[in-house]
């Protein structure tokens, strides 16, 4: 009996994973609407991806895998059985190459295939939000075909693919980031009108200066760390015209005119702006080949005891990669969190509504009774019928652009040298950050500038 309601049950989850999001996933959030559920389910295929990355690239795992008998060549052998898998190949950093390349190529797949979908009487808007069983097995069979890429000039090439796409992403985050601001700024404003405004306005005040307070803490320590007297000019140069930026964009946004155009806008986000800006400063330096203005974080526990003299030139890190560092767990930590928030965000800001390809929203949950069909089963409601919410392309744009960011970050935006042996850090990602700091504190300043601008385009 119990065997029949297993199968039972099987049959019904199998039923979900080849039907809509609505049935996938109503169980886990029913009072909501499909156009989210599917986005959702989206990116748990990006962070699923992401964390077999993470498990690939740890330390230790290739001898792991040697230890299993007649698993991997050169590992442990059972008599009569040779191992054939490449276990150079499935772990480290060309492991993490190969699955991201997959994820992208999925990604970018049905960017293309959803290119103007106008709302979901689509025929295409069924495999948007539906077959999620059989778009999990197209992504494991490109995962799986992607391990058998030869080496050859895959990783140098893709490495550059990975760069373009990360200065991209990087300017999605921040975009992201604003909208968060702007967003979480009119929640609170909001409530204080309905409600204790001392108690609303001083908390708003108080997480504003909070972040500035991270940003200048952090501004001084670059300098103290990652700046020398004779020496780290480019640094010192990064350092202070981030900081001037980030003043002048805090300055534009609580000017008369600019609140009389947009009253929304204030010091959360730029606070929020100048902190993730200051971040990617931080990101840059660290990938400076330049070892003297970019001492390691072990070191800066524990000085070595000899520095090399001046004049020497700039020393390459070495084979063995510190994959896990500082500023690559907070890279994956506002990696997750914007991606989550892409997935579910309900804005009704119009410049970045036209920025992300989005269209205000009714919000994200709804009624019990909206969610109830005729057969009593609760289920996501489907708002797209008369227009999408949200461009699909772009959205799979967005991930596949999320995709090269992970490769990226997981190994440090190091290069791989010409005999695949050791990794090496390099001006160009240095140079990739910083401008893509300085492009999204212009896109941010726009967004704040654009109504006073362009007087007769409405930014309402």
């Not at 599917?38 to 040697?66: C, N």
């Not at 003299?309 to 969190?337: C, H, K, S, Y």
């Not at 579910?344 to 009624?367: H, K, P, Y």
Request: proline share 5%.
């Amino acid at each position: 009996m119990g065997a029949c309601l297993a199968l039972g049950s099987l049959a019904s989850c199998a039923s979900c994973l080849c039907g809509s999001a609505s049935c996938l996933l109503s169980s886990c959030c029913p009072s909501t609407y499909n156009s989210t559920v599917s986005r959702l389910a989206f990116s748990f295929l990006l962070l699923l991806g992401t964390l077999v990355s993470v498990i690939m690239i740890l330390p230790g795992m290739e001898e792991h895998l040697k230890k299993i008998p007649g698993f991997c060549v050169g590992g442990a052998g059972i008599p009569g059985i040779e191992g054939k898998v490449n276990c150079d190949v499935i772990v480290g950093y060309k492991s993490v190459y190969r699955m991201c390349f997959a994820m992208a190529c999925f990604f970018f797949l049905f960017s293309i295939i959803m290119i103007r979908v106008r709302s979901s009487k689509d025929p295409r808007a069924a495999i948007q939000n539906g077959f999620w069983f059989f778009k999990f097995l197209v992504l494991v069979g490109i995962t799986v075909g992607a391990f058998f890429i030869p080496d050859g000039i895959f990783t140098t090439v893709w490495y550059y693919f990975g760069v373009v796409g990360s200065f991209i992403f990087i300017l999605i985050q921040l975009i992201l980031l604003v909208d968060f601001a702007h967003s979480w700024n009119q929640s609170w404003l909001e409530r204080a009108e309905e409600g204790n405004q001392k108690c609303w306005y001083a908390a708003l005040l108080s997480v504003t200066v909070i972040n500035f307070a991270f940003a200048f803490t952090a501004i001084v320590l670059f300098y103290v760390f990652y700046t020398r007297p004779d020496d780290c000019t480019e640094h010192k140069v990064f350092i202070s015209l981030n900081f001037i930026f980030c003043v002048v964009v805090s300055i534009v946004a609580i000017m008369p005119k600019v609140q009389e155009a947009q009253p929304s806008s204030g010091l959360l986000q730029a606070s929020l702006i100048s902190l993730y800006t200051m971040y990617v400063t931080w990101s840059a330096m660290t990938n400076n080949p330049n070892r003297q203005c970019n001492p390691s974080l072990l070191s800066l526990v524990h000085p070595a005891s000899t520095t090399p003299p001046p004049g020497f030139p700039p020393t390459p890190a070495p084979a063995n990669v510190q994959w896990w560092d500082a500023q690559g767990i907070v890279g994956l930590l506002i990696f997750l969190f914007c991606t989550l928030y892409a997935s579910i965000r309900s804005s009704n800001n119009a410049q970045v509504n036209r920025l992300m390809q989005t269209e205000e929203d009714q919000g994200l949950t709804i009624t019990d009774q909206d969610t109830t069909g005729e057969d009593g089963v609760r289920r996501a409601v489907d708002n797209e019928e008369e227009g999408v919410t949200y461009s699909y392309s772009f959205f799979h744009f967005s991930l596949f652009l999320a995709s090269l960011y992970i490769m990226m970050t997981l190994t440090n935006w190091y290069k791989p040298n010409s005999d695949y042996e050791s990794m090496q850090t390099s001006m160009p990602a240095v140079w990739v950050k910083i401008c893509s700091s300085w492009l999204g504190l212009a896109i941010y300043l726009w967004t704040l500038v654009a109504p006073l601008v362009l007087p007769d385009r409405d930014f309402s």
